[in-house]
């Protein structure tokens, strides 16, 4: 695929991929915006707005929609997968024979399987047949509405092909939105799902009248459990204490505009899962992953025990005030912190920008 701009083709239209969207269009990418319902892409077509999510936003003027996933992969460099995790395998299933032999996929994903606990990517290679080296993570502490309005962030890109990684930034850099490389994909990838579930908890203390000590606490010694995960599944220590762990962790957990936190807010506040559910309105997946997020600790012998009380609690095996007593009445033990990665011997898991000069 030799052109002179960079194509990407989002699928979908909903709030991150429509600020994802947005962010490549800025950055000079010829984007095109795949949506199931054809009331939106009629209105970023006509009205370069995407009234669902964000009426008041206006969207750059070449940024495009359509509801045909054909043409929307014809010549696509990349593919954003912005979806819900678990409708990934189904949905990616029925768009896989109109994907590019050379096109990139990137997941923004951040969720596991229910029934095979995958990473996001793992379904992607294994639906598609696509080799892992083409397909790519972008992560990070990312409020859409933030990102919309044009405010500074950051994310990983990671990617075991570090020059898949450094194209993707490429062609997402811009003034506000400051993407570095990494080639940690599974670090990326269990920060970004388990934080969700940190978040909850974090909401649901929130949402029980209890202070920031305590939610301080479940960010803590949450990353901690994050972090025995991920190093057990295979990633770097060094990747969960940067944008893709910790950045991503605290934005979740302390923002009213996550959608998990707001969640675990109704719960703490004594509403039903169905009734939260109802009130926050969009895909929570901190619920959906929970119980896979624990059938990983069990597979790889880890301790989560944050997230085996939210689990527990989601699965109606636990009241709030049981789900608080359990946290607290865990034996003492001395505070582990994860070793400090090896400052010799490996290459640099994050790369600052290249595709233009730094603020």
Not at 97 to 121: N, Q
Not at 208 to 224: D, E, S, V, Y
Not at 230 to 251: I, K, N, S
Not at 287 to 293: C, D, G, P, R
Request: aromatic letters at 2%; a negative charge.
């Amino acid at each position: 695929m030799q052109h002179s701009v960079a194509r990407a083709a989002v699928f979908s239209a909903g709030s991150w991929g429509t600020a994802v969207a947005k962010i490549m269009a800025d950055a000079g990418t010829d984007v095109i915006v795949h949506a199931r319902r054809a009331e939106i892409a009629d209105a970023i077509n006509t009205t370069h707005r995407n009234a669902d999510y964000f009426p008041d936003v206006d969207l750059p003027v070449g940024l495009t929609a359509t509801t045909d996933p054909a043409a929307a992969l014809e010549n696509a460099d990349f593919l954003v997968l912005s979806i819900p995790a678990q409708s990934l395998r189904e949905s990616l299933a029925s768009w896989t024979p109109h994907i590019g032999r050379d096109t990139v996929i990137v997941s923004l994903m951040k969720g596991i399987e229910r029934e095979t606990d995958l990473r996001a990517s793992e379904v992607i290679t294994e639906v598609t047949g696509i080799p892992a080296h083409r397909v790519a993570v972008l992560s990070g502490p990312n409020l859409a509405r933030e990102i919309m309005a044009g405010q500074p962030a950051a994310a990983t890109v990671a990617c075991s092909d570090d020059a898949a990684a450094t194209r993707i930034q490429r062609a997402c850099h811009t003034s506000y939105f400051r993407p570095y490389t990494s080639t940690d994909v599974i670090g990326c990838e269990l920060g970004g799902a388990v934080k969700n579930v940190i978040a909850l908890a974090v909401g649901i203390a929130a949402g029980m009248g209890l202070g920031h000590n305590t939610q301080a606490m479940l960010i803590t010694r949450g990353l901690a459990e994050t972090t025995r995960l991920a190093v057990a599944m295979g990633a770097h220590p060094g990747t969960l204490a940067g944008l893709a762990g910790l950045g991503d962790l605290v934005a979740t957990c302390s923002s009213p505009l996550s959608r998990n936190r707001t969640f675990g807010t109704h719960l703490g506040m004594g509403l039903s899962i169905e009734e939260a559910t109802t009130a926050t309105r969009q895909t929570t997946e901190g619920v959906k992953s929970a119980q896979a997020i624990l059938g990983l600790a069990h597979a790889h012998g880890v301790d989560m025990p944050i997230t085996d009380v939210v689990t527990a609690l989601l699965n109606g095996k636990i009241t709030l005030d049981q789900a608080t007593a359990a946290l607290m009445q865990r034996p003492p033990k001395p505070e582990r912190i994860p070793p400090a990665p090896p400052t010799t011997g490996l290459p640099p898991l994050i790369h600052l920008p290249t595709a233009r000069a730094l603020p």
